[in-house]
Each structure stands twice: as structure tokens, then as C-alpha cells.
């Protein structure tokens, strides 16, 4: 407030101000010949001083002194404040932040028990430059992603080039070697101000963890996960790691949490770890089992996000995302002249790990033209519910009236890609069935040379093929990929080395010992495990990205990018806003995805895991900050702010000091998970 | 409303020119009409005041406005510049030697392992006292010391150890910074490891070939891994280094203490469960190349002795350089070094460099393996030599005879006796006296150190002995902090082994002790001695009784000690002799010049040692080189391009042969020759 009546006071002071100076500086010599001519010799001679004074004075507060005035004005004030602030919080009782989990957990009796692992997940952890190019001077072991991004505004495309990957084999291009950064502060703060771990690592810390029982696995996210073995011995590390801290705190079992991307990262170390040594790790069929307690996982991404889809499309998801609400200016076309959309694309069309997020599972789990588990829905209730903020039970009564009201429209989730808002709700049957002809069209599209350095594979496809992939109208979880496989041939070719989005019929055909279907939860089996706990712990009650509207890009002059989302579909049905359908979720990751894995397919003996590990679903329902001081919220359950939701921390470091799940209640749900499992017909 | 009046021109005008006022008054009286008319007469008060407090902000704003101009103007200008400039100056730079052996071809092969020494690594906080609020995780040792400053007594107390147990008081947790981090930059601008980093970097090594082994300096080496469980960090990490690169072993490079640690760790290994690593008796053939040790006080350090006892010596060193103002007496009332000792000496890694080998290594009362020591003999072809230089040579042989060092006398109490003959001096042993009890005890509230159970008669005592040599320093610490040197004397040993086949020697308080250990049994290994030498560094003290005073500690080093003959090397009261400004060339190098050298009883497989010394040479340019491509002290060798090329060359795979053996300036040899140990 202060600072606010400050600025209006100043804005009313400037005309008023100025204005009298110039004109008594025009003034001045008419004073001076008044004075001299009246005024006696020896009274002019003690005058003179004053008079001189006079003359100095008006020119000294020209336009320049204002500025300088107004500037250190505003900075001692600040300063001022500053300092009352940094003395102030500490003692004023009404700022008092309440008592951190950790310390009240403390209190009750919990110590450190069992190790941790942190898994950070994609875009959260920090790269370094070990190698560059001349242009990267003295960033040497600076951090080129993460810290305060300073970089990338000095000299933005440089950077870029830095961060991208080759596109053919996705490892480093030659000359440039960024790597990950090391330790917990990989990825405690993301920007400075901006936590990611660090809530969790102090809390941790506050009853008896420090650095030997826990442990951060920061790997480079651009790579697919096989590739961080084969680059930088990530996977290895971090199994010699976790032996290392069995071994060192008594032989107890390591908790392991990871988040988002981690989670399926994780995943595939579990199969890596137990896999014989040329692909895998060498660890024996019961390493799992000897080594780990339970894992924890945040917000996971088992079963992909919709949004990566729309990144890879048209870089426009909201994914990469808080670094767009980091930094604003990153995106907005002026910095790199208009192309910056084209840029991120380009670099981002490097990461494979971005594939990897990619909707696994088809349509038997993300809806078909016609169907999806999430229907039904309702966008409103999930404000409603908020209001209400209690765990209400009566979900059932509510529903068949709701249901009878909406059966109407409902959205269809399963059409992940639409072109255009009707496309998005027709029913299917005015459909033509999809059939993709690649007409190669390098020839065709002659605006590809005045592009420029920025390229991404639209260039190489004619108008033709973009018009028809348009026409095709709608896509589903399945039909997406084919599309994606059209318009990024190599991407597409590189990362399907790397992952698979299938599901396994026969999950002991051999051919899925190989590496890239072990972050695939529908393709691989669990290790076997049966002390081991599995914990889905995610965010819910915000809506979240599901489906998209597109439209074609009106213009093509150095517009590369032929697609984006139709910002102006806004829908009757509050789901459908700005061109996306929002479900249910952490605001990145679907409830389906983070929760059917362990509310349907994991859950007692199925196929895809044998030995029976138990599962627990742990949601947090979403409740936005209730004042400024509270900063991204106590009870929040946005996909990264979760992770100071004091629910959550409780959870982790109870079981970090002993308990199972069970002991923490079982599970906690609040979204339809369990609905929309049923739903799904999978064989389990 | 008083922001308005503040604003108006001066108040001088306003006699002078009644014209313009009024209208300006309509003008305000237009703006706001609330303005009440006795606000008037108020006017002429007010402006007197506005034009100083208007001048200030004036000011702040043209200097923040400047500042920021030069910042901008600052940022913006291409890095080069300042290399362009000094290129026009000194003509073109050399390559670093990373790039330079880039360009050779060579690359990386072996996994380097660095083993930072005292002082240089970071320490953070994990858990504190109420007053450490805020500072979690945040570098309580390294990186601005900026909460020294803020709340000295509050740091004093979280770097401080338990006195009984050295290890962590209740309810503080200080845990040393991990990874390349925790030692890269001592204090911003001032690197410790960064620079040899950044060149193994250039011929492709990175994190996953480099590891720092980062181990709270504080606390005695087996206690590191009682409490962190540091060595099986270092061991599982070497080992999986070993295993990710190949199967190509380790080339270790230890820095001052981490000499010392690390030859901790290589018995540690190789013993049995449950007080070694059990990695079996070929753990180190198996995943050691080379241990390069630089400026490794293998034989302990005399500044040590000062400093545990009066807090005196240089050797926290860096920090006093850096810091000056954190030791300046003023800042805790005169009790500074008080706190210092008292937090030192709370510190069990203090005591692993305390004088080893006894009289045998640092000589008695009348010889020392260095006497006969001419700085000029060995500086004359330098036209910039060092502080100790004469250039008469002649005078110095003829007066050899009576003008000999004795730097074996560690400390002596007044000038005369340090240089008097050893018949002369009338010593009354110490060891038996009474420690009075001290009345004035209560009145040093919370600064105490042991000094203060001695009492006056204690003092007198140890004042009468006149003269330490190195072995009854020893005793001498026994004598005025026995509590501390109980905890020490737990820790390490000082003494020379008589049969290293004693099982006693199996005990880990002997495992840093190069005299009373063998190496292990690794004979393809190779051991590198790599320190400067060309620098006066402290050998013996003068010291005296300080004046006496309520809380004092009743020692310090006599500073008005000096002697014109610069051959003495006698300064304010030290006795300085050739080094690094650490460490004596002595202590680094004996143990490679002869202790291991060949199949000896402390090297029983013979692994192949190398000395290299760095000769010093100060930077020509303070301004464009800092602390100089050629320096050879303790903390700026690792600057030293010529120590980078040997390292780089030994992790691409050379061996010590390949580097040219050994690289020696100082008499090293010599001294080495008169030292008689059985071997």
C-alpha cells in the first residue's frame, strides 16, 4: 500500500514541479539587475554570496536532478522498507508462519529411518555447460537452465543452441557438452524464490535427515532415460548410491520419492537395475526388493500427459511450462524476432524425453472418438466442491442429478486433437476413416529457405499433407501418434528407440525385456517385490489439460509452425476454454493418469504385477493460498506446488520414519479415479 | 501535503522574488483546495529543512543511477576486452594448459579424485540454534562468511565442536557441502580447486569422472566416518568410478590435510569390517593409479603448534587473509583470538598436523636436517627473490660455524635462548609442576580455554623450560590443553615406529602417520609429492608471556624478535625456512625423497615415488593474472600451470616417468640425507 500512494503522490508532484523551476531559472537575471541597481556598495558586497547562491541554485535542480532525485528517493525508501521488513518478520506474532510439518512430527517422536532418494522430474532440474561454443564464454559450470536464467535474455540464441541435443541421435552435438547439475541443489529451487525440493528437504532435515541419508538423482531430463546411462552413467550411479546408503544407515531400506517424469523414470531404473549387465544394471532379480521400501511418487506422469502432445504439435502446451510463467518474455515472439515459438519448438523437438510423456496406452485408457473414462465430468462441480472443502461422501447422490443434466454434451475427452470446435463434438460416425498419405513436398514449399536458421520438420511437408492432416478432423490417444509421426518423422523415429506407448498383450514375450518399454507401466511387469509399497500421491481439483481445439495457422510466411490451438474455442460447458478441455488433475498431470496405475492396474495381483506389491492413493485436494504470506500455498495441489503441501510432506516423512501405508490411512481419494478406473477395460 | 512543499524551490528566492509565489500558491490552492491557509506561514519552516534531506536523495539517486550505468555499461561490454587489454599489455597469455593438452591430444582417461584440505572445503548448516534461523543449508565456512560478520557469537558457536567427544554439540548439525561445490571457490574470486577443474574439463572430464571427496576438516579422520560415514562415501565412489570408466583406476589428487586423510583412507580400506572398509589387502593396487599430494604436511606443520598454542599462527590462513576484520580484536572485545582458540581447539583435525617423527625428523636442540639453510644460495638467480635474501654468500660460509639456525628448537622462550648453545640453556622441566587453580576463573564468562586451569605456577613452568624441540612440543600440548590433546592423542600419533609389525599399529590413531604405518601393498601405484618451495616459511617460534590480564592467553609469539642477518630468517619472532608458506619443503618431501623412496620398511611393495617441486615466482601483473600462473604457496599452487600440465598428463595416463621423475629446486635431498631413520 505504502509503495502505492508513494507513486501517486510523485505522478501528481512532477507537472506541478517543474514548472516552477523553469520559470524562476528564466527569472533569475531579471532578480539579480532588480537588486544590484537600489542596493548600496557595502550591502552589495555581503550580498554577493547570497546572490551567487541564487544564481547556483535553481540551475542545480534541472530535469536530470529530478530524476536523480525521484530515483534515490525511491531507493532509500525502499531500502527503508527492506530493512524493517528483514527486522520486522521475525517478530511480528501475526506474520508468524505456522510450524512446519517437520517440527511438529518431530515433536511426536519421528527420526530419520530409512534413506531417501529424490527423483526431480522434467524441466525442474538444473543444467550446467561443462564444454561450448566460443559464444558461451565464462559460463563455465554456470547453470544454463535453472538458477535465474540470466543467460538466456543476454544471449538467448546461444543458449538455445546449448540446450538443444543432436537432432539424429539425441546425445550432445558435437563441441557441447551440458550436463546435469549434481547434489540437492540440482533441483531444490528451480529459480531463486521458486521451490521445487527444498520445502521437503528442510523438513526432512528437521527430523534427522542431512546428507548421507539423502540423496538427490539428478540426471539430464533432455535425454531418454537409457541414454543417461549410456552418456553419463546416470542409472548406475544411482543404484551404486542407494547400496551405498543401505549399507551406511544400518541396512535399512531406501524411500524413494520422484516426481512427475521422475516417476517413470524411476521406473525404468526399477527394470534396469534387475536386468543382466550389457542393458541393464546387473543387480539380481531381488534388488528391489532388498533395496527399496516404497516409493513415493508425485504427481506421475505413468500413464502421460496430453499436454505433451501439444507441445511437440504446435510448442504451445502450457508444459514447459512454468517456465513460460517464469518467464513471460521468454515466448512472447519479439525476443527472437517473432520466431520464438519455432525456436523452443526446435530445441524441444530435441529432448527425447518429451516423448516419453507422451499418452501411453491408446484408447482402451484415453477414450476413443466416442468415449472416455473421464465423461461426465463436471467442470463446475469441481469449484463447488472446492467451496465445500470437505471430503464429501455424498458424491453418489449428487452425480444422478448431474448426469441426467449433462448428458447432453458430453465431452468428448477422447479426441485429444480436434480441428476445429465442431470436429470436437460431432459424433463420430460423420467421420471418414483416417488414412495418411505422406506427400513428401520439399519441392512444394519454397518459403522454407527464407526461414532461416529456425527449422523444425514442417518445412519439409507441402501444404497439401498439412491440409490434410486438418481434415482429418479428430484424433484420439492413438490416432495422435500417427499424426505426430506424419508431421515429425525423425523425432518420432528417434524416440520410438527410446519408448513405447502401447499396451503389452502377452507381457512375457521377450521382446519386452528390451529398454524401451520400461517406463511404459502397461509394458512392463513390476519387479518382484513384495515389500515393497507403491504410492501414488497427487494433486487434485484443478483443472487440467486434456484435449485441444486446433485450427490452422492463418498465415504461412515464416510461420513454420502450420497449426495452433483455436484460443478463441470457448465452450457453453466451461470444461472446453480457450481451445483446451479441461479435466481433472494437478494442472499438468490428468487424475487418470496419475491414478489408475495405482487405483486399477497395479492394485492386488494383476499382470503387470505379479508379486502383489501394494498400492496406496494419496490425493490432495487443491486449495489456493488463503493469504500472500502463505506463497504458493500450505494445502496447494498444483502439480509442483504440492510439494509444500503440508499433507503431503506429513505423508512423506512419516513413511520416511517408518510407517506404511496402511499406517497412514490407506487411501485418500477425492476426484472419480475409482470411477473412471472401472471404466477402463483392461485386462489385468 | 509535505511531499508538495518539499518540492518548491528554495527558500532563499523566496524575499528576493514575491512574484512568482503567490501564483504558485493559486496554483496549489487550485490543486487541492483542501489545503487549510495557516499551511502558509508553515512554508518558510519547512523549506529550510527540505534542502538537505532533498540533497541526500539526490545524491543516493546520482550515485545509484552512475552505478548502475557502469554495471550496465559494465555487462555490456564484450568479455574479451579485459583479455584484449591485457594481451596489448603483456603480450599474448600462454594457453592454459588445459587447452594447450588439448590440443596434444590428450583426453580423459583416468577418474580424478579430489581430496580438498583444511579450511578450503564448505561447511553448511543442517541444524542449529534458535539464533542460526534462516540459515539452513546456507555455507556457514566458504562463500561470504557474511554471518560471521552479522552474528559472530552465534557462528563461533555452530563451528565450534564438542569439547569432550569432537564430535556434534547437541542440537547443531554442520555438514560439509558436497560435490565439486564444496571446495571449487573458497570465497567467491578466491578459487581453491576451480582452476584445475576447469582444465581437466577441457580434455573432457566432468562430474561423472571427477569427484570431491568433501569431508568435514573439523572433526579427526576415523570420526568423518563414524559420523558421515565419509571414507565408505569415498570408497564407494571410487569404486564405482572405477567400474562406470572402464575399469581405468583412480589418480587421486589430496590437497594439504587431504594428503593426510587420504593416507588415512588407503589404511582404511584395507582393514577389516568393523574399524576399516574391508575392501581386502588389494583394494588400492586394484583402483589407485597415483596419489598426487599436493603440499602434503606428511610430517605435520610447526604452525600448527602456534596455533594451538596462542591461536597465533598463520595458518587459518586463508581466512585471516581474506577476512582480516572477522580476526580483528575489536569485533568480540578483545577476546577474538580467545574465541579462536576456544573454537580451534574444539577441532581433533588440527592436531593430525602437529610436528611428527619428534626429534629424529625436526632435529634437537643443536642440529636440524636444515641447518646451514641460505636463502640467497638458492635465490640468487632471481632478481625478485623473497624476504629472506643477502647476497653474501662468502660471509655466510665463513660464519656458518656461529651463526647456525636452531630450527630444531620448535619454541623458545626470548631470542637469546633460541640462539644460545645447548649447554648454556638451564631448563627446569615442566612436567611435574602444579597447575594452580585460578581465582579469576568466573570472570571470563563463556571464553574459556584451558589456559585458565594452568594457573600462574603452570605458566611459570612452561615459560622456564626455555626451549621445545618437536618431540616435547608434543608434551608441551599434553601439558597446557590436556583435555584437548586426550581427545587428539585418541585420534593420531606422533612418533616414529620402531616395528611396524606391531599389532598395536593396527589401530587407526596410526593410520596418518607415514612413520608409523606401511603403505599399501600396491606396487604399480605411484606416489607424487608435489609442493613449492621458495617461500620463507615457518619453522620455529620465539615466544614470551604476554603481559598479563584477567582472560588472556599468557603466550604469544615475540614479534620484536628480528635479526638484521637476513640468513637467519628470524622475523617477528618466526624462524622461517625454505616452502610453500605452509608447509616446509621438509614435511612435504621427505617422505618421497627417502621415507618410501625404494622398498623401505614404510614401503613394502615399493611403489614408485616422485617429487616435484614448483619453484615460486610471483605474478608479474597483480592487476590481469591474480594470484599468478607460476606461484608455488600452499592454496595458489593449484594455479600453477605447470602443477595443472603435470596433473592433467598423469589423469590422460602418463606415469612419473613419463613426466621427467623427479623436479627439485630446494635441498630437499640433502636434508633428507641427514635425517637418520632406519629404513
Not at chain 1, 43 to 57: A, D, G, H, I
Not at chain 2, 250 to 260: D, E, F, K, N, R
Not at chain 2, 664 to 678: A, G, N, Q, R, T
Request: charge should be neutral; include cysteine; proline fraction near 6%.
Amino acid at each position: 500500500m505504502a509503495s502505492i500512494l508513494r507513486f501517486r503522490k510523485l505522478c501528481i508532484l512532477v507537472p506541478v514541479k517543474c514548472s516552477p523551476v523553469s520559470y524562476e531559472s528564466h527569472d533569475a537575471p531579471e532578480a539579480e539587475k532588480k537588486e544590484d541597481s537600489p542596493i548600496s556598495a557595502v550591502e552589495q558586497v555581503s550580498e554577493k554570496p547570497q546572490v551567487k547562491k541564487n544564481k547556483r541554485q535553481p540551475k542545480q535542480w534541472r530535469c536530470i536532478d529530478k530524476c536523480c532525485w525521484i530515483i534515490g528517493y525511491i531507493c532509500t525508501t525502499w531500502w527503508l522498507i527492506l530493512f524493517s521488513f528483514n527486522c520486522l518478520t521475525a517478530n511480528l506474532p501475526g506474520l508468524k508462519v505456522p510450524e512446519p510439518p517437520g517440527a511438529r512430527l518431530r515433536r511426536e517422536g519421528l527420526t530419520a529411518l530409512h534413506p531417501v532418494v529424490l527423483v526431480p522430474g522434467i524441466v525442474t532440474g538444473g543444467l550446467e555447460l561443462w564444454e561450448g561454443k566460443p559464444c558461451s564464454e565464462g559460463l563455465f559450470r554456470k547453470r544454463l537452465w535453472g538458477g535465474n536464467f540470466a543467460e538466456i535474455f543476454k544471449r538467448p540464441l546461444c543458449l538455445l543452441e546449448h540446450l538443444s541435443l543432436d537432432n539424429e541421435t539425441g546425445l550432445d552435438p558435437p563441441g557441447i557438452r551440458v550436463r546435469a547439475v549434481a547434489g540437492l541443489v540440482a533441483a531444490d529451487y528451480f529459480a531463486p524464490g521458486y521451490f521445487v525440493w527444498a520445502n521437503l528437504i528442510e523438513n526432512l532435515a528437521k527430523i534427522g535427515y542431512e546428507g548421507k541419508n539423502m540423496y538427490m538423482a539428478a540426471y539430464d531430463w533432455r535425454l531418454s532415460f537409457q541414454n543417461t546411462e549410456i552418456r553419463d552413467q546416470t542409472l548406475s550411479i544411482l543404484k551404486s548410491q542407494i547400496e551405498l546408503m543401505y549399507l551406511t544407515n544400518g541396512r535399512k531400506k531406501v524411500v524413494v520419492v520422484p516426481h512427475s517424469m521422475g516417476v517413470i523414470y524411476f521406473l525404468h531404473f526399477l527394470k534396469w537395475v534387475e536386468a543382466p549387465p550389457p542393458m541393464g544394471g546387473g543387480g539380481g532379480p531381488d534388488w528391489c526388493n532388498k533395496h527399496v521400501k516404497a516409493i513415493m511418487n508425485i504427481g506421475p506422469a505413468f500413464l502421460g500427459v496430453p499436454k505433451a502432445v501439444g507441445s511437440l504439435l504446435s510448442a504451445e502446451s502450457k508444459d514447459v511450462a512454468f517456465l513460460r510463467a517464469m518467464a513471460p518474455g521468454l515466448f512472447s515472439s519479439k525476443t527472437l524476432g517473432l520466431q520464438t515459438l519455432e525456436h523452443a519448438m526446435r530445441v524441444g523437438r530435441t529432448w527425447d524425453s518429451v516423448i516419453s510423456l507422451l499418452p501411453k496406452g491408446g484408447e482402451t485408457i484415453w477414450g476413443n472418438l466416442d468415449w472416455s473414462p473421464e465423461e461426465g465430468h463436471v467442470c463446475d462441480s469441481l469449484k463447488k466442491r472446492q467451496l465445500q472443502a470437505s471430503a464429501s461422501d455424498d458424491k453418489g447422490n449428487n452425480s444422478d442429478s448431474r448426469r441426467a443434466f449433462h448428458v447432453k454434451e458430453l465431452t468428448k475427452y477422447g479426441r485429444i486433437v480436434s480441428f476445429g470446435k465442431n470436429a470436437s463434438e460431432l459424433p463420430s460416425s460423420q467421420f471418414s476413416p483416417l488414412v495418411f498419405k505422406v506427400v513428401s513436398g520439399s519441392s512444394t514449399n519454397s518459403a522454407s529457405v527464407s526461414c532461416g536458421k529456425v527449422w523444425t520438420e514442417y518445412n519439409e511437408m507441402s501444404h497439401d499433407s498439412i491440409r490434410r492432416v486438418a481434415e482429418n478432423k479428430a484424433y484420439t490417444a492413438e490416432t495422435v501418434m500417427d499424426l505426430l509421426r506424419l508431421v515429425a518423422p525423425k523425432l518420432m523415429q528417434r524416440a520410438e528407440a527410446q519408448f513405447s506407448h502401447g499396451i503389452a498383450e502377452d507381457l512375457d514375450d521377450p521382446k519386452y525385456n528390451h529398454y524401451k518399454y520400461w517406463s511404459n507401466p502397461l509394458e512392463t511387469k513390476l519387479p518382484n517385490a513384495p515389500d515393497m509399497e507403491i504410492y501414488c500421491l497427487y494433486g487434485a481439483g484443478l483443472p487440467t489439460e486434456r484435449s485441444y481445439v486446433y485450427k490452422l495457422t492463418p498465415s504461412d510466411r515464416c510461420k513454420s509452425i502450420p497449426f495452433q490451438i483455436d484460443g478463441s474455442a470457448d465452450g457453453s460447458n466451461s470444461c472446453l476454454k480457450g481451445g483446451v478441455y479441461f479435466g481433472d488433475g494437478d494442472e499438468s498431470v490428468p487424475v487418470i493418469s496419475g491414478g489408475f496405475m495405482c487405483a486399477k492396474g497395479w492394485r492386488g495381483r494383476t499382470r503387470f504385477n505379479p508379486s502383489g506389491i501394494a498400492t496406496y492413493i494419496r490425493e490432495y485436494h487443491h486449495k489456493a493460498p488463503t493469504s500472500l504470506l502463505e506463497g504458493r500455498g500450505l494445502e496447494s495441489g498444483s502439480h509442483v506446488a504440492i510439494m509444500g503441501n503440508v499433507a503431503f510432506i506429513e505423508d512423506v516423512l512419516r513413511v520416511a520414519a517408518g510407517a506404511s501405508g496402511a499406517g497412514l490411512g490407506g487411501d485418500k481419494v477425492y476426484s472419480d479415479i475409482m470411477r473412471m478406473s472401472e471404466r477402463i477395460d483392461i485386462r489385468l | 501535503m509535505s511531499f508538495l512543499r518539499r518540492r518548491k524551490p528554495p527558500e532563499n528566492q523566496k524575499p528576493t522574488h514575491p512574484q512568482p509565489e503567490p501564483e504558485l500558491e493559486e496554483e496549489d490552492n487550485k490543486k487541492k483546495e483542501l489545503t487549510p491557509n495557516k499551511k502558509i506561514p508553515k512554508k518558510a519552516e519547512e523549506r529550510v529543512k527540505w534542502s538537505c534531506l532533498d540533497n541526500c536523495c539526490w545524491f543516493v539517486g546520482c550515485v545509484c543511477t552512475v552505478w548502475w550505468g557502469l554495471l550496465f555499461l559494465y555487462n555490456a561490454m564484450p568479455a574479451s576486452i579485459p583479455q584484449f587489454v591485457s594481451e596489448a599489455i603483456t603480450g599474448p597469455w600462454p594457453d592454459p594448459p588445459g587447452v594447450k593438452l588439448h590440443k596434444e591430444g590428450l583426453k580423459a582417461k583416468h577418474p580424478v579424485v579430489f581430496v580438498p584440505g583444511i579450511v578450503t572445503g564448505g561447511l553448511e548448516l543442517w541444524e542449529g540454534h534458535q539464533c542460526a534461523e534462516g540459515l539452513f543449508r546456507k555455507r556457514l565456512w566458504g562463500g561470504t562468511f557474511g554471518e560471521v560478520y552479522k552474528r559472530p557469537l552465534c557462528w563461533v558457536e555452530h563451528m565450534s565442536l564438542n569439547n569432550e567427544t569432537g564430535l556434534d554439540p547437541p542440537g547443531i548439525r554442520v555438514r560439509p557441502v558436497p560435490g565439486l561445490v564444496a571446495a571449487d571457490y573458497f570465497v567467491p574470486g578466491y578459487f581453491v580447486w576451480a582452476v584445475l577443474i576447469a582444465n581437466l574439463a577441457r580434455i573432457g572430464y566432468e562430474e561423472k569422472t571427477m569427484h570431491m571427496a568433501a569431508y568435514d576438516w573439523r572433526i579427526s579422520f576415523q570420526n568423518t566416518e563414524v559420523r558421515d560415514q565419509t571414507l565408505s562415501r569415498i570408497k564407494s565412489n571410487i569404486e564405482l568410478m572405477v567400474a562406470t570408466n572402464g575399469g581405468k583406476k583412480a589418480v587421486v589428487v589430496p590437497h594439504s590435510m587431504g594428503a593426510l586423510y587420504f593416507l588415512h583412507f588407503m589404511k582404511w580400506v584395507e582393514a577389516p569390517a568393523p574399524m576399516g572398509g574391508g575392501g581386502g589387502p588389494d583394494w588400492c593396487a586394484k583402483h589407485i593409479k597415483a596419489v598426487m599430494n599436493i603440499g602434503g604436511p606428511f610430517l605435520g606443520v610447526p604452525k600448527s603448534v602456534s596455533g594451538l598454542f596462542s591461536a597465533e599462527a598463520r595458518d587459518i590462513a586463508v581466512a585471516r587473509a581474506i577476512a582480516p576484520g572477522a580476526l580483528d580484536k575489536d569485533l568480540f572485545h578483545i577476546q577474538t583470538l580467545q574465541y579462536i582458540m576456544k573454537m580451534t581447539r574444539t577441532w581433533d583435525s588440527t592436531m593430525s598436523m602437529i610436528p611428527k617423527g619428534g626429534d629424529t625428523i625436526w632435529g634437537g636442540l643443536d642440529w636440524s636436517p636444515e641447518e646451514g639453510y641460505r636463502p640467497s644460495k638458492r635465490k640468487k638467480h632471481r632478481s625478485n627473490a623473497a624476504d629472506c635474501s643477502a647476497d653474501n654468500e662468502n660471509v655466510s660460509t665463513e660464519s656458518k660455524a656461529r651463526n647456525i639456525v636452531n630450527y630444531g628448537r620448535i619454541i623458545s622462550f626470548g631470542k637469546d635462548v633460541a640462539e644460545a648453545h645447548s649447554s648454556e640453556i638451564k631448563k627446569i622441566d615442566f612436567r611435574d609442576a602444579v597447575k594452580g587453580s585460578n581465582t579469576a576463573n568466573n570472570t571470563c564468562r563463556d571464553v574459556w580455554t584451558e589456559y585458565h586451569d594452568m594457573g600462574l605456577v603452570g605458566i611459570k613452568a612452561v615459560a622456564e623450560y626455555k626451549v621445545y624441540t618437536a618431540g616435547e612440543v608434543v608434551d608441551l600440548l599434553n601439558f597446557v590443553a590436556p583435555k584437548m590433546m586426550a581427545r587428539g592423542n585418541a585420534h593420531f600419533s606422533y612418533g616414529i615406529a620402531d616395528d611396524l609389525d606391531d599389532p598395536k599399529y593396527a589401530h587407526y590413531k596410526y593410520w596418518s602417520n607415514p612413520l608409523e604405518t606401511k603403505l599399501p601393498n600396491a606396487p604399480e601405484m605411484e606416489i607424487y609429492s608435489m609442493y613449492g618451495v621458495g617461500i620463507p616459511t615457518e619453522r620455529a617460534y620465539v615466544y614470551r608471556q604476554s603481559p598479563s590480564s584477567e582472560c588472556y592467553i599468557p603466550f604469544q609469539i615475540d614479534t620484536s624478535a628480528d635479526e638484521d642477518d637476513k640468513d637467519k630468517c628470524l622475523k617477528d619472532g618466526v624462524f622461517t625456512v625454505d616452502g610453500d608458506e605452509t608447509v616446509p619443503a621438509l614435511s612435504a618431501g621427505y617422505m618421497c625423497a627417502k621415507g618410501w623412496r625404494g622398498k623401505t620398511r614404510f614401503n613394502p611393495s615399493g611403489i614408485k615415488t616422485y617429487v616435484r617441486e614448483y619453484d615460486h615466482a610471483p605474478p608479474s601483473n597483480l592487476l590481469l593474472e591474480g594470484r599468478g600462473t607460476e606461484s608455488g604457496a600452499h592454496v595458489d599452487i593449484m594455479g600453477n600451470f605447470a602443477l595443472i600440465e603435470d596433473i592433467i598428463r598423469v589423469a590422460a595416463g602418463a606415469t612419473g616417468e613419463e613426466l621427467g621423475g623427479d623436479q627439485v629446486y630446494s635441498d630437499i635431498f640433502k636434508w633428507s640425507e641427514k635425517i637418520k631413520l632406519p629404513l
